[in-house]
């Protein structure tokens, strides 16, 4: 027997002796129900094994919810970004027909200006939530006060900041992925072996959150080897004359075995090695594992 949105909810309301707009105030987690109520009904919606008609809802109300998407503008290009707006894309071809209208905010990510410019124009407009990546970290705690004063969701991609209480964070364990790269790193070392970490980022924030990678790596390093030699340096250029001092500077002064770059700029060391015909040293990138993480 097929059961209507309407006669589901009378039905889960009978069983449990109460009323529809209580079995309603349960459904969308509102207040107002006794715990001990709320527990004997979603005990009869597990029963019934009742799942709400999202899609009629949305008809029925008629309402578009508004979301907003503040990330870097090279998204266009094929790197980092391009995923991120794949998977947002995918989304919203499956979802698009519930009434879920997208708007991307787009900012130069070497600029605060720009990025502060880009999320006050969100905000001319009615917005349901928020997709954003924070990268800048002064500026992007101001931006989540800004939506919890207008009372907006927000969500935090690539880049998470605990503190700024985003509904959730989809990208990477920074310090976890650190770890998974000195676990694979392991068999390429011995004892004594000298390693290189480096972290190159155009701003300091971005730094910040390069040194939790860093930091799981060198534990875990720590944890395997008892003599293992790890320097780690941060250069906030990508310049590749800078790079190439450094190199030469550091790789002057003691034999080193492998390099660790911390993020996607692994190929102007790659170039390096390339140039200088380095053979014995071994380069490793970034492995992120991404998960979801609800606060």
């Not at 310049?239 to 190439?244: D, F, S, T």
Request: positive net charge; contains cysteine; hydrophobic residues 40%.
């Amino acid at each position: 027997m097929k059961i209507t949105e309407l006669s589901g909810v009378k039905e889960i309301a009978r069983r449990a002796d109460v009323s529809i707009a209580t079995v309603d105030r349960v459904l969308h987690n509102r207040l107002g129900v006794a715990q001990k109520t709320k527990e004997k009904i979603l005990n009869i919606i597990k029963e019934m094994d009742y799942k709400p008609n999202i899609l009629a809802k949305r008809l029925a109300s008629k309402r578009v919810y508004k979301f907003g998407i503040l990330i870097p503008n090279d998204h266009n290009k094929a790197g980092y970004w391009k995923a991120p707006i794949t998977g947002i894309e995918s989304a919203y071809s499956e979802f698009g027909e519930f009434g879920v209208e997208l708007s991307y905010y787009l900012f130069d990510k070497e600029d605060r200006k720009n990025f502060v410019e880009m999320y006050d124009v969100i905000f001319e407009q009615p917005v349901d939530g928020i997709i954003l990546a924070p990268i800048f970290l002064k500026e992007s705690m101001d931006f989540a006060i800004k939506c919890l004063e207008n009372r907006v969701q927000y969500v935090f991609i690539e880049t998470n900041i605990p503190a700024a209480r985003a509904l959730s964070y989809i990208g990477a364990d920074l310090y976890q992925s650190g770890r998974v790269v000195g676990n694979i790193c392991q068999y390429l070392l011995e004892e004594k072996d000298n390693v290189l970490v480096i972290n190159i980022a155009k701003n300091v924030d971005s730094a910040e959150h390069l040194e939790k990678r860093y930091e799981g790596f060198k534990d875990f390093m720590l944890e395997t080897f008892k003599k293992i030699n790890i320097t780690n340096i941060s250069l906030e250029s990508d310049n590749a004359e800078i790079l190439n001092y450094e190199l030469d500077k550091l790789l002057k002064k003691r034999d080193v075995r492998l390099i660790f770059v911390t993020n996607g700029r692994v190929h102007l060391v790659a170039e390096y090695i390339r140039k200088h015909k380095l053979k014995n040293v071994k380069l490793v990138g970034t492995i992120i594992p991404f998960r979801i993480l609800n606060t």
